[in-house]
């Protein structure tokens, strides 16, 4: 058994699937805050987890990483938790960073991940989380680079008095259009704006035929895009799978 893990500045997310299973093809897959990952070991034994080989994805940090190990070591002990980085190729996919080992490793397994749904094409990328990444994959399956701006709930909150009422805005409001009559709407509709316009305009240089938007914010950014796009959801993991996969 294969346990995949996203270790994000946010969530923890995780898949299992068999050693053999084509990319993407899971028998159970979750997520945990990080102030809820005390559960993860709970939550993989719950779905029959047995792992023999593990890989992750850490955005996190060291102590991230120490926990997570931990959690591993309670329903599979001895088995070594592998730590995903980026490389100069992997699973089919070129690195084109100045300096391929910079490029954080979600980034990179998001590339996979998108390389991997959509050969030969170009594509452009948006993972919408804490921090908003959009990076571009041309069609000849080479990573070009990309973009790093705040995430939609930073924006929002840089700008908001009350920082604590933006879960409460994003959860309950519907979003504004065109200009907005209230502060907080001004807010939300502004960040949007920016959200979808970097995106759009990296889809219009990268000549790509569509966006796949991940992430936390991606249901809010994506109603307000101009550009073909699909939401996908796990789209690190699915690179993870993907890269657990290749011999490269």
Not at 12 to 23: G, H
Not at 79 to 99: K, Q
Not at 109 to 126: E, S, Y
Request: hydrophobic letters at 55%.
């Amino acid at each position: 058994m294969l346990l995949l893990i996203d270790a994000g500045n946010t969530r923890i997310k995780w898949a299992l699937a068999p050693l053999a299973a084509a990319a993407g093809d899971w028998l159970a897959d979750g997520a945990v805050a990080h102030a809820a990952l005390g559960e993860l070991a709970t939550a993989w034994r719950a779905a029959g987890a047995a792992p023999t080989r593990a890989l992750m994805s850490n955005v996190a940090g060291i102590a991230m990483a120490d926990q997570l190990r931990a959690a591993l070591a309670e329903i599979a002990p001895g088995v070594p938790l592998e730590t995903f980085v980026a490389t100069a190729e992997r699973a089919g996919l070129r690195n084109g960073y100045r300096n391929p080992a910079q490029l954080g490793s979600d980034r990179f397994a998001a590339a996979i991940g998108a390389h991997t749904l959509l050969p030969g094409q170009a594509v452009i990328i948006a993972t919408c989380g804490t921090a908003t990444t959009v990076d571009a994959i041309d069609a000849d399956g080479r990573f070009v680079g990309g973009m790093i701006l705040p995430g939609l709930g930073l924006m929002a909150s840089s700008l908001a008095r009350n920082t604590a009422q933006l879960p409460q805005v994003l959860a309950n409001a519907a979003l504004p259009t065109g200009f907005a009559d209230n502060t907080d709407d001004a807010i939300l509709a502004g960040c949007v704006a920016a959200q979808a316009g970097a995106i759009e305009r990296a889809v219009a240089q990268a000549h790509a035929a569509t966006c796949l938007l991940s992430g936390g914010a991606a249901r809010y950014i994506g109603p307000a895009l101009r550009v073909p796009h699909r939401l996908i959801d796990n789209i690190v993991l699915l690179g993870l799978h993907a890269a657990s996969l290749s011999k490269e």
